[in-house]
């Protein structure tokens, strides 16, 4: 399972990001996706996930700025980040859980957001 992820970057505060994660390596449907975020000398922590079913779940720190959505006939997870602030700075990865095994992680290598003028 190899887990592709794009988008990060530096902007400045009140700028937008685009995330994606492309998901390939499986035969089995995809169940959960997810981003998650780690600062520096922080733990790792939810951002925002989607079930299959498209029901989505966010952290009460992005609710109303981040937007999740997944792309399921291209195995692909995206999240939107708009009004991004200096605390959204972070290396953001995403998660994917599969069908089958249900309750095994994948994640994605990472991407670095930065924010800061």
């Known amino acids: 399972v190899q887990l592709v992820e794009s988008g990060g970057g530096l902007v400045q505060p009140g700028g937008s990001l685009r995330l994606s994660c492309a998901a390939s390596?499986?035969?089995?449907?995809?169940?959960?996706m997810g981003w998650y975020r780690q600062a520096p000398g922080k733990q790792r922590e939810l951002v925002a996930d989607i079930t299959s079913g498209g029901n989505t779940n966010y952290a009460d720190s992005v609710k109303g700025r981040f937007t999740i959505s997944r792309d399921n006939a291209k195995s692909t997870v995206f999240l939107q980040m708009n009004s991004l602030k200096p605390e959204d700075t972070a290396v953001y990865y995403c998660?994917?859980?599969?069908?089958?095994?249900?309750?095994?992680?994948?994640w994605g290598q990472g991407t670095q957001v930065t924010v800061s003028s």
């Open positions: 998660k994917v859980n599969f069908e089958v095994p249900l309750n095994v992680d994948y």
């Open positions: 390596g499986s035969i089995f449907r995809i169940e959960a």
